[in-house]
């Protein structure tokens, strides 16, 4: 079952704090993406575009515009679970 985002916030230093359905609440650093991606670099090349994270209206993704999105079971799976 793919896991469903209840809430989410960005931080300045590129971290989404997310909170899944089931309780499950991670860190998830976009900064690794950034280097690694191409089309996530324009997240720090762009102004502002950070602070436009949305999520999908299923709840299992959240995304900046057509060309840089995190589904949910990534962040799920690679963030650092909050106690």
């Given at each position: 079952?793919?896991p469903r985002?209840?809430?989410?916030?960005?931080n300045?230093?590129?971290?989404?704090?997310?909170?899944?359905?089931?309780?499950?609440?991670?860190?998830?650093?976009?900064?690794?993406?950034?280097?690694?991606?191409?089309?996530?670099?324009?997240?720090?090349?762009?102004?502002?575009l950070?602070?436009?994270?949305?999520?999908d209206?299923?709840?299992?993704?959240?995304?900046?515009?057509?060309?840089?999105?995190?589904?949910?079971?990534?962040?799920?799976?690679?963030?650092?679970p909050?106690?």
């Amino acid at each position: 079952m793919i896991p469903r985002i209840k809430s989410f916030e960005t931080n300045d230093d590129w971290k989404l704090l997310v909170t899944f359905d089931d309780g499950f609440r991670v860190c998830y650093d976009v900064k690794d993406d950034i280097e690694t991606l191409e089309d996530f670099k324009s997240l720090t090349t762009e102004i502002g575009l950070w602070s436009l994270a949305q999520l999908d209206t299923s709840r299992t993704c959240i995304y900046w515009n057509d060309r840089i999105d995190l589904p949910s079971d990534t962040i799920y799976e690679y963030g650092i679970p909050l106690n």
